[in-house]
């Protein structure tokens, strides 16, 4: 049971799980990218900046290399706002590195519908023009509404569109896990 619902939940993966998917992935982005050479790691706010930075810390262990990492705020990049009943929360964005022409790995906990990804992206344009960007993922769990496709996964999971995904970080104070609520 999910305390701040009440609602039944299933758990997808568990802090063990989690670790083995985020050091695969650390290896997947070195080899695609042979190496470190012009690579950073921008993780979209707020969880994704706790798996961005994770992937940083393991690509050093494996590479003995230091990878820049970004945090970037997509807020005013949604396409959701005039929708929305609540003032978004604006949060900083931070990349104190100039991203022209590095190859640059976007990480998110959950890729959906793709509309976050979008907005990233837009984000990233405005600061600079990067060499390529590609896109690590947690969970993707399907029903995309734009064509984007993640380059690492750490897991799919097919999902209702009823369902929720909650991936739950020790970073934010909870034990390391993922699951589902149904809605």
Known sequence: MDPVTNKADTL????????RALTRIA????????????????GIRTGGVYLAQRL????????????????????LYRDDLALRKNQPVLRKTTISFNISDLRIVLVDDVLFTGRTIRAAMDGLMDLGRPAEI???????RGHRQLPIRANYVGKNIPTSRDEVVRVFLEETGEHDRVSTLKE
């Open 56 to 75: 940083v810390q393991l690509i050093q262990q494996i590479d003995h290399a230091h990878v820049p990492l970004g945090e970037l705020d997509i807020t």
């Open 27 to 42: 290896h997947e982005i070195l080899e695609r990218n042979k190496g470190t050479a012009d690579l950073a790691l921008v």
């Open 134 to 140: 590609q896109l690590a993922v947690l969970i993707d």
């Open 12 to 19: 997808l993966m568990d802090a063990h799980e989690m670790g």
